[in-house]
């Protein structure tokens, strides 16, 4: 996400990647087979549970968990909206492999996936742990219990939610802890107060150890550009910094490099105008520092993609486009046969990109649509 977009409170993030309105492109099984190159869009059997916007998503290894969502009025993209009233608490198992779904016991409250992407939920071990509540509580679904239970998380434990063997990490105050949610055990992994700490942070668990990710807003002169830094652990307790050259998030981690995907770049203007233009996206090795920009395809304005987000390792799907860091491929992700296109739950399910629920814009947003759900596999490799 633009730097200037970062301003926008949590609850939008989703929205604002899916705020522009866009006219017919191609789908599926039309032009849009050769557009996708043999990659493809299947049809699986409806969610049993009443059509929703923005469910949680989280896939488990052998099944696609989907609990919650929006069953009421959706929020218009670059409107604002107060959080919705109407979650559900029910849920639904999807297993790839039968094509079958079963139901699960209901949360004792009702959520949602309201930040988008990973910032509200994470699969950690065998519990799914979800802060988007109607009451603000924490839950947790464990998997192989079927059962919920509340969660006390460790105090101050808020941002971006990072899983890594088996503990949920976060940067609490001035301190980055992990949590295995399970057992309550909270272990301090590192502290974080260097002189001038990063804004906006998002954390990531790498080989160099917690890293923060995010800006100064204010070191910048007025002609210079605001570029996204990354602060990893020296050895010695104390952090380095390396700078990149981009103006974008560095928001997916592929297990070797922190990666950003926003298409296009800025130049500040023709007032306090920068030196060049500056891409918002690049990948960053946080072990050398090494900072490389990222050749994305430019935006199709005029297309219906999915703009679905979800990564997992090597593959992210973002903003209508589709990345495999191992391969270095892009590739549009296209749409199905569907009218919905908007509040998107997705999540990938081993090397297949699973979506669920949605609205339909050009109906109205004054409910969910349909209990669709879609498969989308990219091309061998």
């Known amino acids: 996400m633009s730097r200037c977009a970062r301003a926008l409170v949590a609850g939008t993030v989703l929205l604002a990647l899916t705020s522009c309105g866009t006219a017919p492109g191609p789908r599926s099984g039309e032009e849009g087979a050769a557009a996708t190159n043999a990659a493809r869009w299947e049809r699986v059997e409806s969610f049993p549970l009443s059509p929703r916007t923005d469910p949680v998503v989280a896939w488990t290894g052998s099944e696609v968990i989907v609990v919650g969502g929006n069953t009421g009025y959706v929020c218009p993209p670059n409107a604002d909206c107060m959080t919705p009233t109407d979650l559900a608490s029910d849920g639904a198992a999807y297993d790839p492999a039968t094509r079958s779904w079963r139901s699960l016991e209901p949360a004792p409250v009702g959520l949602w996936n309201s930040w988008g992407s990973d910032w509200d939920s994470a699969l950690v071990g065998a519990v799914l742990v979800v802060r988007g509540t109607k009451n603000g509580t924490w839950q947790g679904y464990d998997v192989a219990g079927d059962t919920w239970s509340t969660l006390t998380p460790p105090a101050g434990f808020e941002g971006q939610l990072s899983e890594s063997g088996g503990r949920l990490w976060a940067l609490a105050d001035h301190r980055i802890l992990s949590w295995d949610p399970a057992t309550d055990d909270v272990r301090v992994e590192a502290s974080y107060a260097p002189p001038r700490p990063l804004q906006d942070a998002q954390l990531f668990v790498t080989p160099a150890g917690p890293v923060l990710s995010g800006s100064r807003y204010h070191d910048a002169a007025p002609d210079e550009p605001t570029l996204t830094q990354v602060d990893v652990p020296d050895g010695t307790g104390g952090w380095r910094r390396f700078v990149t050259g981009q103006v974008g998030w560095l928001s997916h981690w592929d297990g070797t490099r922190l990666v950003g995907v926003e298409p296009g770049e800025v130049?500040?203007?023709?007032?306090?105008?920068?030196?060049?233009?500056?891409?918002?996206?690049?990948?960053?090795?946080?072990?050398?520092?090494?900072?490389?920009?990222?050749?994305?395809?430019?935006?199709?304005?005029?297309?219906?993609?999915?703009?679905?987000?979800?990564?997992?390792?090597?593959?992210?799907?973002?903003?209508?486009?589709?990345?495999?860091?191992?391969?270095?491929?892009?590739?549009?992700?296209?749409?199905?046969?569907?009218?919905?296109?908007?509040?998107?739950?997705?999540?990938?399910?081993?090397?297949?990109?699973?979506?669920?629920?949605?609205?339909?814009?050009?109906?109205?947003?004054?409910?969910?649509?349909?209990?669709?759900?879609?498969?989308?596999?990219?091309?061998?490799?």
């Open 267 to 381: 130049d500040g203007g023709e007032v306090n105008g920068w030196d060049r233009a500056y891409p918002f996206a690049g990948t960053l090795d946080p072990v050398t520092g090494d900072w490389q920009p990222l050749d994305v395809p430019a935006r199709d304005w005029q297309s219906d993609d999915w703009l679905v987000s979800a990564d997992a390792g090597t593959r992210i799907v973002s903003y209508g486009q589709f990345l495999d860091t191992a391969t270095g491929t892009w590739l549009r992700v296209g749409r199905p046969d569907s009218d919905l296109d908007h509040n998107l739950g997705a999540t990938w399910a081993d090397d297949r990109l699973f979506v669920v629920g949605g609205v339909d814009e050009a109906a109205g947003f004054e409910s969910p649509g349909r209990p669709e759900a879609w498969l989308w596999t990219p091309p061998t490799r």
